[in-house]
Protein backbone atom coordinates (compact mmCIF):
# COMPACT_ATOMS: atom_id res chain seq x y z
CA UNK A 1 0.00 0.00 0.00
CA UNK A 2 1.32 3.53 -1.01
CA UNK A 3 0.83 6.17 1.59
CA UNK A 4 0.91 9.63 0.88
CA UNK A 5 4.62 11.48 1.67
CA UNK A 6 4.10 14.33 4.07
CA UNK A 7 7.27 14.81 5.36
CA UNK A 8 10.65 15.05 3.54
CA UNK A 9 11.88 12.54 2.48
CA UNK A 10 15.52 13.23 3.55
CA UNK A 11 16.33 16.14 6.18
CA UNK A 12 19.69 16.49 8.04
CA UNK A 13 20.36 18.48 11.36
CA UNK A 14 23.02 21.09 10.75
CA UNK A 15 24.18 22.75 13.24
CA UNK A 16 22.97 25.64 14.39
CA UNK A 17 20.10 26.08 11.83
CA UNK A 18 18.24 22.83 12.72
CA UNK A 19 16.91 20.25 10.24
CA UNK A 20 17.53 20.90 6.52
CA UNK A 21 15.28 19.65 3.77
CA UNK A 22 17.52 17.96 1.25
CA UNK A 23 15.26 15.77 -0.69
CA UNK A 24 15.77 17.36 -3.92
CA UNK A 25 19.58 17.11 -4.15
CA UNK A 26 20.58 13.87 -3.05
CA UNK A 27 22.00 12.82 -6.12
CA UNK A 28 24.69 15.93 -5.64
CA UNK A 29 25.07 15.85 -1.84
CA UNK A 30 25.92 12.08 -2.15
CA UNK A 31 28.69 11.93 -5.32
CA UNK A 32 32.04 11.68 -4.23
CA UNK A 33 33.02 15.57 -5.00
CA UNK A 34 29.99 16.75 -2.24
CA UNK A 35 31.00 14.01 0.51
CA UNK A 36 34.79 14.83 0.24
CA UNK A 37 33.74 18.50 1.74
CA UNK A 38 33.32 16.36 4.81
CA UNK A 39 36.57 15.88 5.48
CA UNK A 40 37.95 19.83 4.96
CA UNK A 41 37.15 22.08 7.79
CA UNK A 42 35.36 25.05 7.46
CA UNK A 43 37.84 27.34 9.20
CA UNK A 44 41.20 25.29 9.27
CA UNK A 45 43.59 25.68 12.06
CA UNK A 46 41.34 28.31 14.00
CA UNK A 47 39.97 25.05 16.27
CA UNK A 48 43.62 25.34 17.35
CA UNK A 49 42.43 28.19 19.61
CA UNK A 50 38.37 27.72 19.40
CA UNK A 51 38.35 23.66 19.51
CA UNK A 52 34.68 23.42 18.72
CA UNK A 53 35.28 24.80 15.44
CA UNK A 54 35.31 21.53 13.96
CA UNK A 55 32.67 21.91 11.33
CA UNK A 56 33.67 21.54 7.38
CA UNK A 57 32.90 22.81 4.45
CA UNK A 58 30.20 20.24 3.87
CA UNK A 59 28.43 21.56 6.81
CA UNK A 60 29.03 25.19 6.01
CA UNK A 61 27.39 24.38 2.54
CA UNK A 62 24.05 23.25 3.42
CA UNK A 63 24.03 25.79 5.61
CA UNK A 64 24.35 28.34 3.16
CA UNK A 65 21.98 26.07 0.93
CA UNK A 66 19.59 26.83 3.68
CA UNK A 67 19.87 30.33 4.02
CA UNK A 68 19.98 30.77 0.21
CA UNK A 69 16.44 28.94 -0.62
CA UNK A 70 15.17 31.11 2.84
CA UNK A 71 15.75 34.49 0.78
CA UNK A 72 14.62 33.32 -2.74
CA UNK A 73 11.28 31.89 -1.40
CA UNK A 74 11.09 35.43 0.68
CA UNK A 75 11.44 37.43 -2.73
CA UNK A 76 9.09 35.30 -4.18
CA UNK A 77 6.39 36.29 -1.63
CA UNK A 78 7.18 39.99 -2.47
CA UNK A 79 6.69 39.77 -5.95
CA UNK A 80 10.25 39.23 -7.10
CA UNK A 81 11.21 37.51 -10.34
CA UNK A 82 7.40 37.37 -11.84
CA UNK A 83 6.61 35.14 -14.75
CA UNK A 84 9.68 32.74 -13.91
CA UNK A 85 9.66 29.54 -12.95
CA UNK A 86 10.08 29.60 -9.29
CA UNK A 87 10.54 26.18 -8.77
CA UNK A 88 13.70 26.28 -11.61
CA UNK A 89 15.61 29.30 -9.73
CA UNK A 90 15.61 28.27 -6.48
CA UNK A 91 16.67 24.85 -7.79
CA UNK A 92 19.46 26.02 -9.45
CA UNK A 93 20.10 28.55 -6.95
CA UNK A 94 20.37 26.13 -4.15
CA UNK A 95 22.81 23.63 -6.41
CA UNK A 96 24.97 26.89 -7.07
CA UNK A 97 24.79 27.47 -2.94
CA UNK A 98 26.12 23.48 -2.12
CA UNK A 99 28.94 23.40 -4.74
CA UNK A 100 30.09 27.37 -4.26
CA UNK A 101 32.98 26.14 -1.83
CA UNK A 102 33.78 22.33 -4.10
CA UNK A 103 36.97 23.88 -5.23
CA UNK A 104 38.79 24.59 -2.02
CA UNK A 105 41.52 22.38 -0.47
CA UNK A 106 42.07 20.53 2.93
CA UNK A 107 42.47 23.38 5.15
CA UNK A 108 41.12 26.02 3.62
CA UNK A 109 42.65 29.36 2.64
CA UNK A 110 46.24 28.18 4.63
CA UNK A 111 47.01 25.60 2.56
CA UNK A 112 45.76 26.92 -0.79
CA UNK A 113 48.14 29.86 -0.34
CA UNK A 114 51.17 27.14 -0.59
CA UNK A 115 49.38 24.89 -2.82
CA UNK A 116 49.04 28.48 -5.40
CA UNK A 117 52.40 29.56 -4.82
CA UNK A 118 54.29 26.20 -5.55
CA UNK A 119 51.85 25.15 -8.28
CA UNK A 120 53.76 25.40 -11.57
CA UNK A 121 50.67 26.76 -13.72
CA UNK A 122 48.15 29.49 -11.80
CA UNK A 123 45.31 28.25 -10.12
CA UNK A 124 42.85 28.97 -7.12
CA UNK A 125 39.81 27.21 -5.49
CA UNK A 126 37.59 29.33 -7.81
CA UNK A 127 38.84 27.70 -11.00
CA UNK A 128 39.37 24.20 -9.09
CA UNK A 129 35.49 24.35 -8.20
CA UNK A 130 34.73 25.26 -11.52
CA UNK A 131 36.75 22.15 -13.01
CA UNK A 132 34.89 20.39 -10.60
CA UNK A 133 31.81 21.39 -11.93
CA UNK A 134 31.91 21.17 -15.05
CA UNK A 135 33.24 17.49 -14.58
CA UNK A 136 33.53 14.78 -12.25
CA UNK A 137 30.27 16.70 -10.30
CA UNK A 138 28.18 17.26 -13.57
CA UNK A 139 26.36 13.95 -13.66
CA UNK A 140 25.43 14.67 -9.72
CA UNK A 141 24.44 18.34 -10.68
CA UNK A 142 22.10 17.16 -14.20
CA UNK A 143 20.47 14.54 -11.81
CA UNK A 144 19.39 17.13 -9.34
CA UNK A 145 17.82 18.79 -12.09
CA UNK A 146 20.19 21.92 -13.67
CA UNK A 147 22.77 22.39 -15.95
CA UNK A 148 26.45 22.32 -14.97
CA UNK A 149 27.17 25.57 -17.32
CA UNK A 150 24.23 27.47 -15.77
CA UNK A 151 25.67 26.66 -11.95
CA UNK A 152 29.13 27.92 -12.88
CA UNK A 153 27.78 30.91 -14.89
CA UNK A 154 25.32 31.83 -11.51
CA UNK A 155 28.94 31.53 -8.88
CA UNK A 156 30.67 34.23 -11.06
CA UNK A 157 30.25 36.81 -8.80
CA UNK A 158 29.33 39.54 -11.05
CA UNK A 159 26.26 37.48 -11.86
CA UNK A 160 23.13 39.44 -10.58
CA UNK A 161 20.82 36.48 -9.79
CA UNK A 162 23.56 34.64 -8.44
CA UNK A 163 24.90 37.72 -6.16
CA UNK A 164 22.25 36.40 -3.88
CA UNK A 165 24.71 34.01 -2.85
CA UNK A 166 28.16 35.47 -3.25
CA UNK A 167 27.48 39.06 -2.33
CA UNK A 168 29.59 40.44 0.27
CA UNK A 169 26.95 42.59 2.09
CA UNK A 170 23.81 40.64 2.43
CA UNK A 171 24.57 37.52 0.86
CA UNK A 172 23.53 33.74 1.65
CA UNK A 173 27.10 33.02 2.18
CA UNK A 174 28.00 35.69 4.43
CA UNK A 175 25.17 35.32 6.59
CA UNK A 176 25.28 31.29 6.62
CA UNK A 177 29.22 31.43 7.53
CA UNK A 178 28.69 34.19 10.51
CA UNK A 179 26.43 32.44 12.20
CA UNK A 180 27.98 28.83 12.32
CA UNK A 181 30.76 30.43 12.85
CA UNK A 182 30.09 31.98 15.67
CA UNK A 183 28.10 28.82 17.21
CA UNK A 184 30.69 26.55 16.23
CA UNK A 185 33.47 28.59 17.95
CA UNK A 186 31.25 29.43 20.82
CA UNK A 187 32.67 32.92 20.77
CA UNK A 188 30.36 34.56 22.95
CA UNK A 189 31.71 38.32 23.53
CA UNK A 190 29.03 39.01 20.58
CA UNK A 191 25.81 38.12 19.85
CA UNK A 192 24.68 38.13 16.07
CA UNK A 193 21.66 40.41 14.01
CA UNK A 194 18.25 38.40 13.96
CA UNK A 195 19.31 36.56 10.14
CA UNK A 196 15.72 35.89 9.83
CA UNK A 197 14.51 38.64 10.28
CA UNK A 198 17.02 40.20 8.13
CA UNK A 199 15.85 37.87 5.09
CA UNK A 200 12.58 39.48 4.96
CA UNK A 201 14.05 42.52 3.61
CA UNK A 202 16.65 41.44 1.36
CA UNK A 203 16.35 42.78 -2.43
CA UNK A 204 17.79 42.77 -6.17
CA UNK A 205 17.83 46.19 -6.56
CA UNK A 206 17.95 47.65 -10.39
CA UNK A 207 21.78 47.60 -10.36
CA UNK A 208 21.45 43.98 -10.19
CA UNK A 209 23.65 43.97 -6.86
CA UNK A 210 21.80 42.68 -3.48
CA UNK A 211 21.04 44.75 -0.85
CA UNK A 212 18.21 45.38 1.77
CA UNK A 213 15.05 47.83 2.01
CA UNK A 214 16.25 50.90 4.06
CA UNK A 215 13.57 49.76 6.89
CA UNK A 216 16.37 47.18 7.73
CA UNK A 217 19.14 49.68 8.66
CA UNK A 218 19.39 48.69 11.87
CA UNK A 219 19.96 44.57 11.24
CA UNK A 220 22.57 45.89 8.77
CA UNK A 221 24.34 48.11 10.83
CA UNK A 222 24.49 45.16 13.47
CA UNK A 223 25.61 42.92 10.91
CA UNK A 224 28.80 44.67 9.44
CA UNK A 225 29.51 45.25 13.51
CA UNK A 226 29.28 41.73 13.86
CA UNK A 227 31.33 40.81 10.99
CA UNK A 228 34.25 43.00 11.97
CA UNK A 229 33.85 41.40 15.42
CA UNK A 230 34.25 37.98 14.30
CA UNK A 231 37.28 39.45 12.05
CA UNK A 232 39.23 40.80 14.74
CA UNK A 233 38.83 37.94 17.66
CA UNK A 234 38.31 35.35 15.73
CA UNK A 235 39.13 34.91 11.61
CA UNK A 236 42.60 37.48 12.39
CA UNK A 237 43.32 36.67 15.93
CA UNK A 238 46.92 36.42 16.25
CA UNK A 239 46.86 32.65 17.95
CA UNK A 240 45.10 31.68 14.97
CA UNK A 241 47.03 33.14 12.16
CA UNK A 242 50.58 31.82 13.69
CA UNK A 243 49.50 28.76 14.03
CA UNK A 244 48.21 28.92 10.37
CA UNK A 245 51.59 30.28 9.16
CA UNK A 246 53.53 27.04 10.88
CA UNK A 247 51.41 24.78 9.13
CA UNK A 248 51.59 26.73 5.41
CA UNK A 249 55.76 26.50 6.21
CA UNK A 250 55.67 22.84 7.49
CA UNK A 251 53.46 22.24 3.95
CA UNK A 252 55.73 24.01 1.70
CA UNK A 253 59.28 22.74 3.56
CA UNK A 254 57.51 19.06 2.89
CA UNK A 255 56.29 19.52 -0.35
CA UNK A 256 60.05 20.95 -1.72
CA UNK A 257 61.72 17.91 0.07
CA UNK A 258 59.47 15.48 -1.78
CA UNK A 259 59.06 17.14 -4.62
CA UNK A 260 55.23 16.78 -4.44
CA UNK A 261 53.18 18.16 -7.67
CA UNK A 262 50.90 20.95 -5.33
CA UNK A 263 47.60 19.65 -7.63
CA UNK A 264 47.96 15.95 -6.31
CA UNK A 265 47.75 17.73 -2.68
CA UNK A 266 44.25 19.66 -3.47
CA UNK A 267 41.95 17.10 -3.32
CA UNK A 268 43.13 15.40 -0.24
CA UNK A 269 41.51 15.18 3.06
CA UNK A 270 42.98 17.09 5.85
CA UNK A 271 44.27 13.69 7.59
CA UNK A 272 46.21 12.50 4.65
CA UNK A 273 48.06 16.02 5.15
CA UNK A 274 48.46 15.10 8.74
CA UNK A 275 49.68 12.03 7.73
CA UNK A 276 52.21 13.43 5.45
CA UNK A 277 53.59 16.04 8.28
CA UNK A 278 53.90 13.90 10.75
CA UNK A 279 56.00 11.19 8.84
CA UNK A 280 58.06 13.95 6.28
CA UNK A 281 61.28 13.36 5.27
CA UNK A 282 61.59 17.11 6.27
CA UNK A 283 63.01 17.80 9.78
CA UNK A 284 61.62 21.12 9.41
CA UNK A 285 57.95 19.84 8.36
CA UNK A 286 58.12 17.56 10.82
CA UNK A 287 59.23 20.14 13.80
CA UNK A 288 56.74 22.62 12.76
CA UNK A 289 53.88 19.68 12.92
CA UNK A 290 55.12 18.30 16.31
CA UNK A 291 54.89 21.92 17.70
CA UNK A 292 51.46 22.74 16.53
CA UNK A 293 50.42 19.29 18.15
CA UNK A 294 51.78 19.97 21.20
CA UNK A 295 50.37 23.76 20.93
CA UNK A 296 54.43 24.79 20.96
CA UNK A 297 52.81 27.69 18.72
CA UNK A 298 54.96 31.01 17.58
CA UNK A 299 53.73 34.17 19.64
CA UNK A 300 52.91 37.00 16.70
CA UNK A 301 54.21 40.21 17.27
CA UNK A 302 53.41 41.78 13.91
CA UNK A 303 51.17 40.49 10.91
CA UNK A 304 51.74 41.21 7.47
CA UNK A 305 49.85 40.03 4.36
CA UNK A 306 51.91 40.26 1.47
CA UNK A 307 50.25 39.90 -2.03
CA UNK A 308 51.85 37.14 -2.81
CA UNK A 309 52.78 34.25 -0.63
CA UNK A 310 55.96 33.77 -1.32
CA UNK A 311 57.24 36.85 -1.71
Known sequence: MNLPRYAPEKT????????????EYLPLINSVAFQRLKHKTQLSMVKEVFPGATHTRYLHSLGVMDTTRK????????????????????????????????????????????LASLSPTPTDHNKVGEEI??????????????????????????????????????????????????????????????????????????EGDVGAEEKAEDLLISLQEFY?????????RKQCLAVGRMLQKALEFHLQETGTDPLTVWHQREGW??????????????????RIATRNILHTAVTLKPENYRT
Open 12 to 23: VPVPPFGRIDIS
Open 71 to 114: IVRSMFSRGFFPGEDHHQVERELCIAALVHDIGHPAYSHMVEYV
Open 133 to 206: ILGEAAPAIRESGADPERIRDLLDKKHPLGRIITSKSVGADKLAYLVQDHHMTGYDAARPPAIDSLLWYIITPL
Open 228 to 236: FTMYTNVYL
Open 273 to 290: IDTQLEESPSSTARELYQ
